[in-house]
């Protein structure tokens, strides 16, 4: 399964890039993740709940970080198993530019899967793996830009809760 995609973050190459690299942003932003632990020298390892189709697992996995070029691209490597309901092994290359006051994000993903989840098929496996991506950086620009803003808010919670943990903001 392969798919590309590119969305437009409100915040720089550098924001963007160094919350690729943050275990609590990863946690924050990956479907069902229970933890992430680690740091991008050493890779992470991640345990991750969800349901596909009708075969709940919990994964536990490792995912490492390569062919870095900071502010501008890695390539996110991963691998899961989920115990009786099999595997899922995949990477996505990951380029931040530049553009219209913000950045642009651009992501190529290829996945695979074994056990029982191939049993489910292609059609099932490529719309979740599909949602998975789609709500990973959703959730990622989410936590770069902060939630749409509420007129009512103070101030303060409509900064980002990235910009509260890192202190910048």
């Known amino acids: 399964m392969q798919m590309s995609d ?31 632990t680690g740091s991008p020298e050493e890779g992470f390892e991640a345990t991750v709940v969800q349901k596909v189709g009708p075969v709940k697992a919990t994964f536990k996995g490792v995912v490492t970080l390569s062919d870095m070029v900071p502010g501008e691209s890695l390539t996110i490597s991963g691998e899961g198993k989920g115990g009786a309901a099999g595997f899922a092994k995949g990477g996505a290359e990951v380029r931040v530019t530049a553009k219209d006051g913000g950045t642009e994000l651009s992501y190529d993903v290829e996945a695979k899967v074994g056990g029982k989840l191939a049993q489910l098929g292609s059609r099932i496996i490529d719309g979740f793996a599909k949602k998975m991506a789609d709500q990973f950086f959703t959730n990622l620009q989410t936590a770069l830009e902060g939630p749409a803003p509420d007129d009512d808010a103070p101030e303060e919670e409509k900064k980002s809760w990235l910009k509260r943990v890192t202190g910048k903001g």
């Open 6 to 36: 590119t969305r437009q973050i409100a915040a720089s190459p550098a924001e963007v890039y160094a919350a690729l690299l943050s275990p609590e942003v990863l946690q924050a932003c990956v479907p069902g993740a229970q933890d992430v």
